[in-house]
């Protein structure tokens, strides 16, 4: 789901905040007092076996930045779009996409057209869904005024990324509404997962009479307006939100819940402590973090369903600031992690070490490219790295990380790790996640925890996180030549074995350079309570969705 997944998308067992694929500065709306939509049409009544009508109970760790598609990039605001909109096509419980709004697609031969056909759709305040309003949304999110940190998701499309980065017109960008209910997209070379992008929050349409008419439309439920399974009829924030069931949405006969009760929770024991209770349906992934002191208990019990996914845990490191403006030292401090310690130990969850950039669904070089826990290495790789930036003691080292007792104890461990093995005192600094992204994107720390959230199941949206400097996602501010030009080629190639090749020679580039720090590649740990007919929605890639939950 997303940037510095995401982002978007953010907020796996232990990320309460991933991102699905995130960039540069980012203009956020400042948040109003909560409002709540008392306009709302009352959803129509599906009833649980008691005959009341049906409730999902829910907690996420922090404040959604954003219910606007172009600007989310978190997994809590990922959660709000998904919840809320509609695009052209949905991933569906097989894990493929399936058409959504649009109710036909057309695909030329050369695979460089899409025509979408619309099917009748409406807006939550009655508004018919048009092509317009998915021409104006994919532009508005390409628009470098927007700063989006996930337009360059829209890049595969035809003159997109020349538009975001200044150098086309908008009239060039391939994406254009021949009436109200068909919408041809020209893309760039083929893409074959382009229909997978779709689906995508970025993809997302926007009503554009709402948006013009109110540049703060979608942070607060009284102005929000969408198209998806839910309507967003209250968000107090900073501590809960409410979705009701849309019913002007096209396929709300499958939306089975009447309300979805969202509560803001930061503190993880308090939150299973709730689910303990009755209050809450469901804890843990993919919104929250099931606390890891609980962690034995519960798999002892049975209670905990854990289900891996191809999502990364990372450490990143600001390149443009000493000492991690040396390879050397970036490696040293990589090689010192005892991930395997980390894991039986810490998180509990039987994630696995991640020793790539790819994951094992992506993977083209499996067995990775160091080894775990490399102490004799690191050391030497410390001691020439200072050498060669003249130092002979390192400056202080700050880890920082957004609010959660799973990213501190995590922290804390290698922390004494890096102690341990390399004699380098580091102190840990949190931030709550809105806070944090900020930091991680004016590059105002030294070494940042992120979660990664692939988008679609293919290497190069790991692979594009890092190809610019400058780009939505990439906080580490490395940047390299061939790098990049091996990444830009992947985009283009469609022989499988070719492709494979050209990620094989990215991949060794950026562990030889080691930008960022892979730990482990998720798993999902949650529990549900007994009543949860059909749970949420978790695709293999750490993407959920709430339309299709179901109580008993």
């Known amino acids: 789901m997303r940037k510095n997944a995401f982002v978007l998308l953010s907020s796996i ?55 606007d598609p172009a600007i989310a990039e978190d997994n809590q605001s990922n959660m709000m779009v998904t919840s809320t909109f509609a695009g052209l096509t949905r991933i569906g419980e097989d894990d493929k996409p399936h058409e959504e709004v649009a109710e036909k697609i057309d ?99 926007v009503n ?32 809960k939100i409410e979705f009701t069931k849309n019913d002007t949405y096209w396929d ?13 929770i930061e503190d993880e024991n308090t939150a299973l402590s709730m689910f303990d209770n009755g209050e809450l349906d469901w804890d843990g992934a993919p919104y929250n973090t099931i606390p890891l002191d609980a ?37 040293a401090f990589a090689y010192a992690i005892d991930r395997k310690s980390l894991i039986d130990n810490v998180t509990q969850a039987d994630q696995m070490p991640a020793m790539g950039l790819f994951p094992p669904s992506m993977a083209v070089k499996p067995d990775g490219y160091f080894k775990d826990n490399d102490v004799e290495t690191a050391k030497q790789l410390l001691a020439e790295g200072m050498k ?31 102690k341990k093995a390399l004699g380098v005192d580091t102190k840990i600094e949190s931030q709550e996640f809105k806070v944090y992204l900020e930091t991680l994107h004016q590059g105002t720390y030294q070494v940042g925890r992120i979660g990664w959230i692939p988008d679609f199941n293919d290497a190069i949206n790991y692979a594009e996180v890092f190809k610019d400097k ?47 720090i892979p730990i482990y590649y998720y798993t999902r740990a949650w529990v549900e309570a007994d009543n949860v007919a059909h749970g949420i929605y978790q695709d293999p890639l750490g993407n959920s969705d709430l339309k299709w939950v179901d109580m008993k």
């Open 13 to 67: 067992a232990l990320a309460s905040a991933a991102m699905a694929g995130c960039a540069g500065n980012q203009t956020q709306e400042t948040a109003q007092p909560s409002t709540t939509n008392q306009g709302a049409t009352a959803p129509s009544a599906a009833k649980t076996d008691s005959g009341k009508p049906k409730l999902f109970r829910i907690a996420i760790t922090s404040e959604p930045s954003t219910a």
């Open 107 to 205: 695909v030329s031969p050369d695979g460089l057209t899409y025509t979408f056909h619309l099917r009748d759709s409406q807006w939550s305040n009655g508004d018919p869904v048009t092509a317009h309003d998915f021409e104006f949304a994919w532009k508005r999110a390409l628009a470098p005024e927007t700063a989006s940190n996930y337009a360059y998701q829209l890049y595969y499309i035809k003159g997109g990324e020349a538009y975001n980065t200044k150098k086309g017109k908008v009239e060039d960008v391939g994406v254009k509404a021949l009436d109200d209910k068909t919408l041809e997209v020209k893309l760039a070379n083929p893409t074959p997962f382009f229909l997978e992008l779709t689906a995508f929050m970025t993809y997302m349409p």
């Open 208 to 239: 554009e009479k709402v948006a013009k008419a109110n540049p703060k439309w979608a942070l607060e439920a009284a102005t929000h307006v969408g198209n998806g399974p839910y309507k967003l009829t209250d968000w107090q924030h900073k501590s």
């Open 252 to 264: 709300k006969d499958n939306v089975k819940m009447d309300k979805i009760d969202v509560s803001m």
């Open 295 to 331: 962690m034995p208990s519960l798999k002892d019990s049975g209670k905990v369903k854990i289900k891996p996914i191809a999502t990364s845990y990372w450490y990143k490191f600001n390149t443009e600031k000493a000492p991690f403006n040396n390879a050397k030292i970036r490696k």
């Open 388 to 418: 060669e930036l003249g130092i002979t003691k390192l400056p202080p080292i700050t880890i920082s990380h957004n609010a959660g007792d799973g990213h501190k104890k995590i922290a804390e461990a290698i922390q004494g790790q890096w």
């Open 470 to 516: 400058n780009g939505g996602n990439n906080d580490t501010r490395w940047e390299n030549p061939r790098y990049k030009e091996l990444v830009n080629q992947a985009g283009k190639e469609s022989d499988p074995e070719k492709r494979k090749a050209l990620f094989a020679e990215a991949e060794q580039i950026i562990m030889d350079e080691m930008p960022f």
